[in-house]
């Protein structure tokens, strides 16, 4: 069995960020990804990010992924990376087992950071199984990260940003958007997005959702139908649409089965996505050392995940007796940046959500 300090789990921009700040603060850690590249969800990300400077702001996320990757490997000294290594096991005296080539392979620890980020939920519907039809992150990776187009003509499902923004690089691609639609009464993004999209004649119907898909081998053609205010099917409106892709985008859940394993205490908050573990001020779970950032503590966007990495970087090394020279100058700063960042109409769910967590 290994012996390492600091684990910290997922090299996405949460990852990553807990990573730096290990290194900065003198903390020797072991940073494992089961992807053969780092920066998570940002390397699909070909959109140019909002907010401020300091959150990267006008930058597109796969160039905000190298920025994080070169951080981290300024100090190779310090920060071991396993990349196409796979945590399969958490187990509460802190042993974590990881499948790396073809290997199992046994770490004793004494502090965890889990950024292992969320995945995405999916949608019943009659043949939702049928080729053609794909949850945002894969017609990202297929378009962002291979260049291989999805299909020709599409229907996305959801509206919240990231079917907003898919949508736009979809036609960027030459793909004809035939429809966005969305079982809320509202869209669900940014406004700025929609009217992009709109401007561009892209349909946007609300209170609307996919009823079935139609195909032999792959699909052809879907039918969707409007929902009433208490989200019932209304018989009679059925719209059908040729098409030979369906994208899928409505939201994400985070992704805590580990920490479930490992026995960490969990609440289910809608408002944060999902099954989250109960976690103190300090990212702290209900295990000592145990520590959790980004949408892996709930669902929020790429830029609240790089403040929270840098916090619970800092936090976790202090713990462990590695305290960063700027700790309480840092903690200030990412504290702002953390609150301005939810200081926004989007930020009221999260805040909300924050409550009935009891953080």
Not at 66 to 78: E, I, P, Q, Y
Not at 102 to 107: D, F, L, M, P, S
Not at 291 to 308: H, K, M, T, Y
Not at 337 to 353: H, V
Request: aromatic fraction near 6%; charged fraction near 20%; hydrophobic fraction near 40%.
């Amino acid at each position: 069995m290994l012996n390492k300090d600091l684990v910290i789990i997922g090299g996405g921009p949460a990852g990553l960020c807990a990573a730096k700040m290990a290194a900065e603060a003198g903390q020797s850690c072991l940073l494992i990804d089961r992807n053969r590249l780092l920066g998570g969800q940002l390397i699909k990300q070909t959109h140019m990010f909002f907010g401020s400077e300091k959150q990267f702001a006008k930058t597109r996320g796969i160039d905000i992924a190298s920025k994080l990757v070169d951080d981290v490997k300024k100090h190779s000294d310090l920060i071991e990376i396993w990349e196409d290594a796979t945590v399969v096991g958490l187990y509460n005296d802190k042993v974590v087992t990881v499948l790396k080539n073809e290997q199992y392979v046994k770490i004793q620890t004494k502090a965890i950071i889990a950024a292992t980020g969320a995945s995405e939920k999916v949608l019943a519907f009659e043949n939702s199984d049928l080729p053609g039809i794909y949850g945002a992150g894969a017609v990202q990776t297929l378009m962002n990260v291979y260049g291989v187009k999805p299909g020709n003509q599409i229907v996305m499902v959801g509206s919240g940003n990231i079917g907003l923004i898919v949508s736009y690089q979809l036609m960027q691609a030459g793909v004809k958007v035939k429809s966005i639609i969305e079982a809320s009464p509202k869209i669900g993004g940014y406004k700025v997005h929609a009217s992009k999209l709109r401007r561009l004649g892209v349909d946007i119907e609300t209170s609307c959702t996919i009823k079935k898909a139609i195909g032999t081998e792959a699909v052809e053609k879907i039918v969707t139908i409007k929902l009433d205010e208490n989200w019932n099917m209304i018989e009679g409106t059925e719209k059908e649409y040729e098409v030979d892709a369906v994208c899928i985008a409505v939201g994400l859940t985070p992704l805590t089965n580990l920490l479930s394993m490992m026995g960490c205490n969990m609440k289910y908050v809608s408002e944060l996505g999902g099954l989250v573990p109960i976690t103190n001020h300090s990212h702290e779970t209900s295990i000592e050392n145990v520590f959790v950032c980004g949408d892996a503590s709930g669902i929020e966007e790429a830029s609240s995940a790089i403040v929270e990495g840098y916090m619970t970087g800092l936090i976790a090394c202090k713990k462990l007796g590695k305290t960063h020279t700027r700790y309480g100058e840092l903690m200030e700063e990412y504290n702002q940046q953390i609150n301005n960042l939810r200081n926004g109409p989007f930020g009221e769910k999260i805040l909300l959500g924050l409550k009935k967590l009891g953080g």
